[in-house]
Structures are given as structure tokens and as C-alpha cells.
């Protein structure tokens, strides 16, 4: 079976720093886009910032300069970087990838279970 699993989440005072992780694991073939997103409480899902296979990054403006993307193709998994946190980045937080799978080798999306980030002021 062919999944997101998350890993890295948890509670950290304001100005401090956490490592989100992202691994797929199943038969896949490979994995094209890879991106993190965020839902803080009451909003809507947010884009936080996304990586390509070829490693070009994009971010969402509120974490420029603090936050970093990656990637370990080798490891099938992703990674994101956290650090100057603020109260604001409290947030359930998403992995979201393209994989290649299946008989046809065909892309899919998929998303992880979701890591809560608490950060306190």
C-alpha cells in the first residue's frame, strides 16, 4: 500500500526550531513534486512551501527565510525545516507528493495524515 507517513511535529516555544518529515513508502516508481501545506485552527489548507524532483523550491511568503524545503530521493522522503517559529505557524501540517505508481506507472497525489506544530508565544 502506497503511503505519506509524517513524523516531527510537536509543541516549541516562540524563536525555536522542529524538523518535519515525510516519507513514502510502497512500490513507487518515483516521486515528482513534493510539498508541505498548513491549516491553522479555524482556517483553510494552506501552501507553505513546495519542491520539485529537480530540487527548485518555492515558499509561501510568511515563511521565507525561516523555513527550508528538501528532499532525499534516494530515501523517498521529504523534509521541512522550521526554525524562528512563531505563534502563527501553529498549524496541523501536511505533506503532499506526486508519486509514480501502479501497473501503468501513472502520477498520483497523495497526502500524509497530517502533524500538528504548536507554538507558544
Known amino acids: 500500500q502506497v503511503q505519506l507517513v509524517e513524523s516531527g511535529g510537536g509543541f516549541v516555544q516562540a524563536g525555536g526550531s522542529l524538523r518535519l518529515s515525510c516519507a513514502a513508502s510502497?512500490?513507487?516508481?518515483?516521486?515528482?513534486?513534493m510539498g508541505w501545506y498548513r491549516q491553522p485552527p479555524g482556517k483553510q489548507r494552506e501552501l507553505v512551501a513546495t519542491i520539485t524532483s529537480g530540487g527548485n523550491t518555492n515558499y509561501a511568503d510568511s515563511v521565507k527565510g525561516r523555513f527550508t524545503i528538501s528532499r532525499d530521493n534516494a530515501k523517498n522522503t521529504g523534509y521541512l525545516q522550521m526554525n524562528s517559529l512563531k505563534p502563527e505557524d501553529t498549524a496541523v501540517y501536511y505533506c503532499n507528493a506526486h508519486l509514480i505508481t501502479g501497473v501503468w506507472k501513472k502520477q498520483y497525489s497523495y497526502w500524509g495524515q497530517g502533524t500538528q506544530v504548536t507554538v507558544s508565544s
Open positions: 510502497g512500490s513507487i516508481f518515483g516521486i515528482n513534486d
